[in-house]
């Protein structure tokens, strides 16, 4: 299995023969007993728990890694199914695998120069001491950081909706993670240990395996910045086996306890900028037919090609049920959603979900709308819905980069001049918020939408200086929960399943919940979309999503389990 002729490693050889064994005494088992459920799990955490295992026996042998790939084989062939990572979870792994792809991808370039150095250098010190520096990394730091990059990849994937072989450009990523250790143990190996023996001789040059070595290092570090413009970009739609799931999942029969309505097919119709780095989209209904109505401050899920669903709020005239109108801003660092719908043309297939509205207009004497960058989008119909009726004094203060990137903002200045007060940050200081507030008359509804520095901001000062005031906001993306001090264990009742489930600190209810009814409606995870909104019987809920407005947060009958949890050891809830 591994070479006697090396007695550099006796104890990896040693422990290679035991290993080995005990992956044929389980795979014999998985394979004796394949319909059974305990032998099918007892087969797939060991195959991945051993392959990362495998690693250190390379320090011995290059066969290990057919060892790694059989494994990753017969894991995939076992089509396990693995729960979704929670948020939290979720930004652990994410941070963990791109600090180590990092890492993987500079030891790459560290030994694509090692590689020069040895062919080039007229010094045979240098060029001998290259060849046993890229020796000394290739087993100490380079297999530990490949190892650890692929584990992390790999959890990130099937603990993600984006799934391991369910997207090609995930689908490349794995090929060329596994690609690169293969092809460096086949060949870079025992390569560089030729040369290093080569070059002891103060007259032995590297010759054409040097050129082959530094050829084959400069190959690995395309691959690996071609992984990482995967992970950006984004390409290549669905696998055939993600279209397969992906069909199958739609023709499912609805689930009777399920409360979600069913995806409405949809088109682009229309697709044009209004700001810099900002895109209007026109969503047209594929089957006839009117689309779902809608108030001011609503807004709905878009299923965008890729299967990402994303949450955007509606603008344009309620009354116009042939479309919907959203707007989206351009963020190269976010999640990847808004890149997609950028790059959405005209007739591009697509599906929306009914309306939601948790930013409603209130009905009050006066409006102070604070809209930072693309949080003027739920603003417009409501300013449409006052000003057409005259029914309230209102006011907009727009704020953002500058006023190229300020979407909408002509339109508003020109039709409200005395009105709209636009304070692009390149050529305007920030704006007074306390005296802004202090201006508003008793009862006045005071809407924030923005970023969350904005809002924080407007919600700090609301108590001093707005305190006849009611506030109203929408965030873009949860505020940071970072505090888990009051995170407790408790047991959740779902009346109509006839089931409790138990949620232990660190794991959502939600999370808990599915595992009774996957069905559960759910989309954003993160406490902003209001999608898994649950009904409370008995308890006291702890609120700690972004949904509720900071004058319900004392709402004993709903919440919402994603992020939400109970302040006392038990709750019942509508499920």
């Not at 998985?30 to 087969?43: E, M, N, Q, T, W």
């Not at 799934?163 to 060949?187: C, N």
Request: hydrophobic fraction near 45%.
């Amino acid at each position: 299995m591994l070479s006697d002729e090396d007695p550099d490693f006796p104890l990896i050889q040693t422990l290679a023969v035991i290993a080995y064994g005990l992956a044929l005494v389980v795979s014999s088992a998985g394979a004796l007993a394949p319909s059974r459920p305990g032998v099918r799990r007892l087969v797939i955490g060991f195959q991945l728990a051993y392959i990362p295992m495998q690693f250190p026996l390379c320090w011995a042998s290059e066969l290990p890694l057919l060892g790694m790939l059989l494994s990753v084989l017969t894991v995939i062939a076992l089509r396990p199914r693995f729960p979704r990572l929670a948020p939290r979870a979720r930004k652990v792994w994410l941070t963990l695998h791109v600090g180590l792809s990092v890492g993987w991808l500079g030891l790459s370039l560290a030994m694509t120069t090692l590689s020069a150095v040895g062919l080039y250098s007229g010094s045979h010190a240098a060029r001998h001491g290259a060849y046993e520096i890229f020796h000394i990394f290739d087993l100490t730091i380079v297999i530990p950081s490949m190892a650890l990059s692929i584990v992390t990849g790999v959890a990130i994937a099937l603990g993600t909706p984006w799934g391991l072989i369910k997207h090609r450009w995930v689908l490349a990523k794995f090929v060329i993670s596994l690609a690169i250790p293969v092809m460096a143990g086949v060949m870079q190996s025992p390569w560089v240990a030729e040369l290093a023996e080569r070059t002891e001789d103060p007259a032995g040059q590297p010759g054409d395996l040097g050129v082959a070595l530094l050829a084959s290092n400069a190959l690995f570090v395309v691959l690996l910045w071609t992984a990482t413009l995967l992970s950006v970009v984004k390409p290549g739609g669905r696998t055939r086996w993600g279209r397969k799931d992906l069909a199958a999942r739609r023709a499912a029969p609805p689930d009777p306890a399920r409360t979600a309505v069913p995806d409405i097919p949809a088109v682009v119709g229309e697709a044009f900028h209004v700001a810099d780095d900002t895109v209007a989209l026109t969503l047209r209904p594929t089957g006839g037919g009117p689309l779902p109505a809608w108030e001011p401050g609503a807004h709905i899920d878009v299923v965008l090609p890729s299967g990402l669903v994303r949450q955007y709020s509606l603008y344009g005239d309620p009354a116009e049920r042939a479309v919907h109108r959203i707007a989206v801003l351009r963020e190269p660092g976010g999640r990847g959603g808004s890149v997609e719908a950028h790059g959405l043309r005209p007739g591009t297939p697509l599906a929306v979900r009914p309306p939601r509205n948790h930013f409603p207009l209130a009905d009050a004497p006066a409006h102070l709308f604070i809209a930072g960058g693309i949080g003027i989008t739920p603003f417009l119909p409501m300013i449409d819905k006052i000003a057409g009726t005259g029914s309230a004094e209102w006011r907009l203060v727009y704020r953002g980069r500058s006023l190229s990137r300020m979407a909408f903002a002509d339109q508003l200045a020109a039709r409200h001049p005395d009105r709209v007060t636009l304070l692009p940050s390149d050529t305007h200081a920030r704006p007074d918020l306390s005296g802004l507030l202090r201006q508003g008359r008793p009862g006045t509804a005071v809407y924030c939408c923005g970023p969350d520095e904005l809002i924080n901001a407007v919600e700090a000062a609301m108590p001093v200086a707005c305190p006849h005031g009611t506030l109203h906001i929408e965030r873009f993306s949860p505020r940071d929960r970072a505090d888990t001090t009051a995170d407790a264990p408790f047991d959740a009742e779902l009346r109509r399943s006839g089931r409790t489930v138990h949620v232990p600190a660190g794991r959502s209810l939600l999370a808990a919940m599915h595992e009774v009814d996957p069905s559960l409606p759910a989309s954003c995870t993160d406490g902003v979309c209001g999608s898994c909104v649950t009904r409370v019987l008995e308890g006291t809920p702890d609120h700690r999503d972004d949904v509720l407005q900071p004058y319900e947060r004392d709402r004993r009958d709903v919440l919402y389990p994603c992020v939400s949890r109970s302040c006392g050891p038990r709750i019942v809830l509508d499920a």
